[in-house]
């Protein structure tokens, strides 16, 4: 199994579409046995479906994701956990041990205020009671 997260400096990064690097992870057994980070080289919002499909990712894990980008996932057969932030491996091992909590609601839809990031939906108090599960 090939798990990819958007990555920035360690952490999940927030925005999808406009993601620079994903961290892959190669899984057997449950276990990580290796990792790389690869460049989107300048892939965007739609193109990065078939970018991870080209990598035979089958899981993705992310910030926030707008609703076009979630389809072709969905058509590509990748499984989407959107909404998380932090740290990249801890959601990765988290994943694994099936503890990773992931918004269902983390679209990115561009029309929410400005004081809004995309995918920031600060410390465990989303609105629809899930938590991020690092606090």
Known sequence: MKIAVTYENGN???HFGHTEQFKLYDVQDGKVVSSQVVDTNGSGHGALAGFLTAHQVEALICGGIGGGAQMALAQAGIR???????????RVAELLAGTLVSAAEATCDHHHG???????????????????GHC
Do not use: R
């Open 12 to 14: 999940v990064f927030q």
């Open 80 to 90: 989407l956990y959107a909404g998380c932030s932090g740290d990249a491996d801890t």
């Open 114 to 132: 400005e004081d809004h990031a995309c995918g920031d939906h600060g410390c465990g108090h989303h609105e629809d009671g899930h938590t991020c």
